[in-house]
Nanobody, 117 residues
Framework: QVQLVESGGGLVQAGGSLRLSCAAS????????MGWYRQAPGKQRELVAR???????NYAESVKGRFTISRDNAKNSVYLQMKSLKPEDTAVYYC???????????WGQGTQVTVSS
């Protein structure tokens, strides 16, 4: 059974920084894409950033230049460094992992990020 455990959310003032972490544990096969999504109240879940096994990254336009995604394959972990945070970044952030040869996506439990103005 695979588990994704997230940490690093919290309350921060606008302009501040936070770093989210997500570690996969359990029966781990090769990991393909790792990513972060977020869901604000009343809105659909949206992609924030993702990173392939080869290190290729994609970002939502709204976070480009402010957020950086990275991964540590040895630790089965993915990180999201968030800088210059804005109130509109407030949401629950979810870690997402796709495993090689395994159908479907795996999700973390979510971590709340709140940015005050």
């Amino acid at each position: 059974q695979v588990q994704l455990v997230e940490s690093g959310g919290g309350l921060v003032q606008a302009g501040g920084s936070l770093r989210l972490s997500c570690a996969a544990s359990g029966i781990i096969v090769s990991i393909s894409t790792m990513g972060w999504y977020r869901q604000a109240p009343g809105k659909q879940r949206e992609l924030v950033a993702r990173i392939s096994s080869g290190g290729t990254t994609n970002y939502a336009e709204s976070v480009k230049g402010r957020f950086t995604i990275s991964r540590d394959n040895a630790k089965n972990s993915v990180y999201l460094q968030m800088k210059s945070l804005k109130p509109e970044d407030t949401a629950v952030y979810y870690c997402n992992v796709i495993f090689v040869g395994v159908p479907g996506n795996y999700w973390g439990q979510g971590t709340q990020v709140t940015v005050s103005s």
